[in-house]
């Protein structure tokens, strides 16, 4: 049983009360980066991932890319980002999402520490192998922060167990091989993994990458506890602001709430 964060007690919660976990992606950094977030929390949003943007984005397709290279040549750094969020003010957790260098030159337990100084209650560190994520997990388990371990659609059932076991908050459930980035369907591997998830964990399962609209929401939530909705907030913010942010997740929000899931 995983010791228990302030995220994930509070995402068990969420779906006790028969509501799915809507959790938006936005690249912190952006110019006007904190309204945006400011406008999913007032929509909908039950937790918010913030991207620190880098320079080398293995997971990110095309939109969130361009996102991070406008926040890195606007100055963007880990540590500004940080600044700004530590005054964000809003009433939902905020997880940040980041590659493992980005962990690796401040160190385990001084990135943690700055990371929950500023209000920080998670962390997604995608490249971190399960195999090679003791040092950080431990650090990010002395400062309350939930490290969101992610499962891979290619994951052997042998491997679920274990990526469940060390998971924190939720488990990323990721929709399928490849990047990030907006897609005319559902992968099928979106609800099979999230399926094979849910017969082998109670941490919530929240299903990421290519959820691209209300609708495939909607679907991946038939199986799933949640989503994750990455490219399609970013796109809109990059191309209305705060406003787009907020159309779009309070349309996926009534989506959610009002679908029937058995």
């Known amino acids: ?66 996102a991070s290279q ?70 990010a388990d002395a400062h309350g922060l939930a490290t969101i371990m992610l499962a891979a659609p290619t994951a052997p059932d042998e491997r679920l167990p274990r990526v469940c076991a060390r998971a924190r908050g939720f488990v990323y459930s990721v929709g399928l091989l490849g990047v990030t980035g907006e897609r005319t369907s559902l992968a099928d591997t979106a609800t099979s993994l999230a399926r094979r998830l849910k017969a082998v964990t109670d941490v919530p399962v929240v299903v990421g990458v290519g959820v691209s609209n209300a609708e495939q929401a909607v679907q991946a939530c038939r199986v799933a506890d949640g989503v994750v909705q990455g490219a399609s907030v970013v796109r809109r913010f990059l191309q209305s602001g705060a406003d787009g942010v907020a159309d779009y997740v309070g349309e996926v929000r009534r989506a959610l709430d009002g679908a029937v899931f058995d």
């Open 70 to 139: 406008r926040a890195l040549d606007a100055g963007a750094t880990p540590i500004s980002i940080l600044e700004q969020a530590r005054r964000l003010d809003v009433e939902v957790p905020l997880v940040v999402m980041c590659y493992y260098n980005t962990v690796h030159h401040p160190g385990h337990e001084r990135f943690a520490a700055q990371l929950a100084s500023a209000g920080i209650v998670g962390a997604i560190v995608p490249d971190l192998p399960l195999e090679e994520s003791g040092p950080w997990c431990e650090a």
């Open 1 to 66: 049983m995983s010791s228990m964060t302030t995220l994930e007690t509070r995402l068990r919660a969420v779906r006790s009360s028969g509501r799915k976990i809507l959790v938006p992606y936005l690249t912190g950094g952006l110019p006007g980066w904190e309204d945006g977030v400011r406008a999913a929390a007032a929509n909908g949003a039950d937790v918010i991932e913030i991207g620190l943007p880098f320079s080398d984005p293995v997971m990110d397709g095309p939109v969130i890319q361009e």
